[in-house]
């Protein structure tokens, strides 16, 4: 692995509100090395997404900052792709247009128009897409649509990565399939990735690291998990790993553990729209 490449120091996000400021993140510090593949895991509201925008330079910070190889982020950049949950494609163009757009606005001055078309069919064959180049988005399931937008996303040569909960909202099946091409994908180009889950398997099984985050107002990173398993990883293999079963353990212990907090500061509260599959999750182990 080489140098750390991103670095957040000391990030505070305030949010203005009608009632003053809602601190939701607090004292955030983090340092991720080149190509590595870091979970963020925490209850739903605890701030995320909140730390994912600010990497992303869709948020600044009220105090404390982000830098990305020695550069302060302050803006949106094509280095930094997003992928959402909701894959985000314009509807009225093709899923060949759909990349091509975001390769145009990366590479119109470095590569001959022949070339920008071999990339776009590269990145689309790279997640089993090219098949589908000429469909538009409300010809294709959910599952292909959020493939169209990983591939759109890596059409950028980003060297890092965001994606926020980019499986929550597939069926098991296609979100197995997509987590294994991620893996391989990942591999090969060696971007450092952030991913947002709910999913304990899912942070277990991709990462190198879990982040694991406090609960809201205040969020701060509450512990940092090494994974320490070889790639490549086959998760009917791990299945049965004692160190896979072990950092799941610990994920789950800590999920526990803070939502136990949550149920101690609302007695007597029930199921409510605050309960993720990861709290549900920790809530059965
Ligand atoms: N623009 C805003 N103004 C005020 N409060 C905000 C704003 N954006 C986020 N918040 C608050 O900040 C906290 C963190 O929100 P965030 O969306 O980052 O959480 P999250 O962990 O990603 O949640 P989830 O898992 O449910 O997606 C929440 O309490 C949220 O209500």
């Known amino acids: 692995m080489n140098k750390s490449h991103l670095e957040l120091t000391g990030v505070e996000m305030a949010f203005e509100t009608p009632k003053g400021p809602f601190v939701a993140l607090e004292n955030i510090n983090l340092k991720i090395h080149k190509g590595e593949f870091v979970s963020l895991i925490g209850h739903s509201g605890c701030g995320k997404s909140t730390v994912l925008n600010i990497v992303a330079g869709l948020l600044q910070s009220t105090r404390g900052g982000c830098v990305l190889d020695g550069h302060e982020v302050n803006s949106p950049g094509p280095e930094r792709a ?79 990565l965001l994606m926020d909960e980019p499986f929550g909202a597939l069926d098991a099946l296609t979100r197995a399939h997509l987590q294994d091409s991620l893996m391989e994908i990942q591999q090969e180009l060696n971007n450092t990735v952030i991913m947002i889950t709910h999913d304990v398997d899912e942070a277990v099984l991709l990462s190198d690291r879990i982040i694991m985050m406090t609960n809201g107002p205040a969020a701060t990173v509450g512990e940092d998990l090494h994974i320490d398993m070889p790639r490549p990883r086959n998760r009917v293999a791990l299945a049965d790993n004692s160190a896979y079963v072990h950092y799941r353990q610990e994920v789950l212990r800590f999920l526990y553990e803070k939502q136990r907090k949550l149920e101690t500061l609302k007695p007597g509260r029930g199921r409510s729209s605050e309960d993720t599959p990861a709290t549900a999750q920790a809530a059965r182990a």
């Open 82 to 160: 997003v992928v959402f949950q909701n894959h985000a494609l314009m509807p009225w163009l093709t899923v060949y247009e759909n990349v091509e757009l975001a390769v145009q606005q990366v590479f119109r001055k470095t590569m001959t128009r022949q070339e920008r078309r071999d990339w776009i069919l590269h990145n689309l064959e790279l997640v089993n897409m090219a098949h589908a180049a000429g469909k538009r988005p409300g010809e294709i399931s959910g599952g292909m649509a959020q493939r169209v937008g990983i591939a759109r996303a890596l059409a950028m040569k980003p060297s890092v």
